[in-house]
């Protein structure tokens, strides 16, 4: 059981370039979220999904794009990046209903803008 | 608005000694409160929970203590082993939003 897997592990991009980081999971759950954590600090939620064609803003959206066109699949989209989104990228997922709260992490992503 | 603390950013202890790990949150509103523990170049995973109507929760070797009228909740760890060198984060949630918000961690080193 894979869990939630994240790709790429590093990437650099130049100023205004853009990327997409892919999250997938296979544990059917229908809850997915992107975290953010800068260096020495805790996560901030940029988005979350509550299921397949539902998504929903965190406390830092702007910048990003997500889409859920499957219950597996939660990519994040930089369209220009900028110095400031260097950060480090958790996808996680979790159970609908009472469990949701659990939320399973994959290893993150770290992502230099330069 | 909605936010959750730490008093301090680290904590050092000594191998057999028990740690202790507190945690500040401001919304009233939120019911449920997760420990997460996170290794170096890891992602969070997930230690204890506990609910509003409980104060106190005990796991494998981790309690958690919740008390609702300073809005305070810690993390007791017994018998602290270097395995449990992390960065420890609180977070919590409402019934009435589905958003996971996190503190902005403790990081616990162990003294062999």
């Known amino acids: 059981n894979a869990g939630v897997t994240q790709t790429p592990k590093f990437r650099i991009l130049k100023i205004g370039q853009s990327m997409t980081l892919q999250c997938t999971q296979d544990m059917n759950h229908n809850y997915m979220y992107w975290y953010r954590q800068d260096p020495g600090m805790g996560l901030k939620l940029i988005y979350y999904s509550v299921g397949a064609g539902i998504t929903d803003k965190g406390e830092v959206p702007n910048g990003y794009n997500v889409s859920r066109s499957t219950t597996e699949d939660f990519p994040l989209r930089l369209e220009l990046a900028a110095p400031s989104q260097t950060s480090v990228y958790f996808c996680?997922?979790?159970?609908?209903?009472?469990?949701?709260?659990?939320?399973?992490f994959g290893s993150g992503t770290q992502l230099s803008v330069l | 608005g909605e936010s959750v603390g730490l008093h301090l950013p680290t904590l050092s202890v000594q191998e057999g000694d028990n740690s202790i790990i507190n945690c500040a949150y401001s919304?009233?509103?939120?019911?449920?409160f997760i420990w997460y523990k996170q290794e170096s170049g890891k992602g969070p995973q997930f230690i204890i929970d506990?609910?509003?109507?409980?104060d106190k929760r005990q796991g494998q070797r981790v309690t958690v203590l919740l008390n609702k009228t300073v809005k305070h909740l810690s993390l007791q760890i017994a018998a602290t082993q270097p395995g449990d060198s992390a960065v420890y984060f609180c977070a919590e949630k409402g019934t009435s939003y589905d958003k996971v918000i996190f503190g902005p961690g403790t990081s616990l080193s162990v003294i062999p």
């Open positions: 506990i609910r509003s109507n409980m």
């Open positions: 996680a997922s979790s159970l609908s209903g009472t469990g949701r709260e659990k939320l399973f």
């Open positions: 919304n009233s509103a939120s019911d449920y």
